[in-house]
Each structure stands twice: as structure tokens, then as C-alpha cells.
């Protein structure tokens, strides 16, 4: 059974700091593309940031560009998003997905095959 535990959500200032963690088990991540999704109150499920399988490619939504970082370890079979320069409207519930079929970057959802259960984040102003 394959699980994606996200973790490190939590409750933080305008401006703050917050790294979030995906563990997998039961599957290997190395070939696997990955991404970080998000769910804001209220809205559409939204990709945040994607990883190819080597990590020599990322993808960033244009919200978050410059602001967060997406990163993986394939021998802790992680992937991580570095988030700084927190704004209330990054307030949501995030997901780490893999891709189980891609290699490289896909930005639709529906392209991801496992998920996490999502963790919540919240900025306040």
C-alpha cells in the first residue's frame, strides 16, 4: 500500500517561514515526477510546485515563484517545499502528489497518481 505523509504544516505570521515534508512508503519516489497542491477555503485545487523525478527540473505557479522552493532526496524518498515570505493567501490545506507514470513535470492533477492526506497551513496578517 502506497502512503504520502505530508508534514511540517502549521500556523505562522505574514511574512514567516514554513518547510513541509512528504514521506512515501510503500513505493519508491526515484522515477517518479512529484508535486506540492494546495486547497484554499472556498476555491480550486491548485498546483503549487513540481519536481521531476532527477530534480534538475522544477515548476513553480507564478504566486509562489521566487518564494518557494521544491526540492527531493531520493535516497530518504522525500521531496520537500520550502516556503518564505508567507502571505495570508497562501492559507490552505497542502498535498503532495506523485506521479507514478511521468518522469518529467506535469502541472494537471489529474496526471498524479497517489496523494497525501494534506496539512494544513495557515498564514495570519
Not at 502571505?87 to 490552505?92: G, I, R, S, V
Not at 497518481?113 to 495570519?124: A, K, L, P, R
Request: with cysteine; proline share 2%.
Amino acid at each position: 500500500q502506497v502512503r504520502l505523509v505530508e508534514s511540517g504544516g502549521g500556523l505562522v505570521q505574514t511574512g514567516g517561514s514554513l518547510r513541509l515534508s512528504c514521506a512515501a512508503s510503500g513505493r519508491t519516489l526515484s522515477r517518479d515526477a512529484m508535486g506540492w497542491f494546495r486547497r484554499a477555503p472556498g476555491k480550486e485545487r491548485e498546483i503549487v510546485a513540481a519536481i521531476n523525478w532527477s530534480g534538475s527540473a522544477t515548476y513553480y505557479a507564478d504566486s509562489v515563484k521566487g518564494r518557494f522552493t521544491i526540492s527531493r532526496d531520493n535516497a530518504k524518498n522525500t521531496v520537500s517545499l520550502q516556503m518564505n515570505s508567507l502571505k495570508p493567501e497562501d492559507t490552505a490545506v497542502y498535498y503532495c502528489a506523485a506521479d507514478a507514470y511521468r518522469l518529467e513535470i506535469s502541472t494537471n492533477s489529474y496526471d498524479y497518481d497517489y496523494w497525501g492526506q494534506g496539512t494544513q497551513v495557515t498564514v495570519s496578517s
